[in-house]
């Protein structure tokens, strides 16, 4: 079984953050992942990093198809 849960590290002891359901005196195999958010490669830090910095089109909400893929934009083919 897999169960991922949050918890903190005090020096000697993991601390869990998440409710445990698991029976006493049970072997675990612990895998460890920091949660730096200043060093943090997850997408959602990256974003939080980048948020109000990065300068984009106006339209790129509506028109994203045409920065990504190459598409005509959708303003475009409404002129005739």
Same mark, same amino acid.
């Given at each position: 079984?897999?169960? +991922?849960?949050?918890?903190?590290?005090?020096? *000697?002891?993991?601390?869990? !953050?998440?409710?445990?359901?698991?029976?006493?005196?049970?072997?675990?195999?612990? *895998?460890?992942?920091?949660?730096?958010? %200043?060093?943090s490669d997850? !997408?959602?830090?990256?974003?939080?990093?980048? +948020?109000?910095?990065?300068?984009?089109?106006?339209?790129?909400? *509506? %028109?994203?198809?045409?920065?990504?893929?190459?598409?005509?934009?959708?303003?475009?083919?409404?002129? %005739?």
């Amino acid at each position: 079984m897999i169960k +991922t849960i949050r918890a903190h590290y005090t020096g *000697s002891v993991f601390e869990p !953050l998440d409710k445990i359901d698991l029976k006493d005196g049970i072997d675990v195999t612990l *895998s460890i992942i920091t949660e730096d958010p %200043e060093k943090s490669d997850d !997408l959602w830090a990256v974003l939080d990093k980048y +948020t109000g910095i990065i300068k984009g089109p106006s339209d790129w909400s *509506s %028109e994203h198809d045409h920065y990504i893929h190459g598409t005509p934009k959708k303003g475009d083919l409404n002129k %005739e």
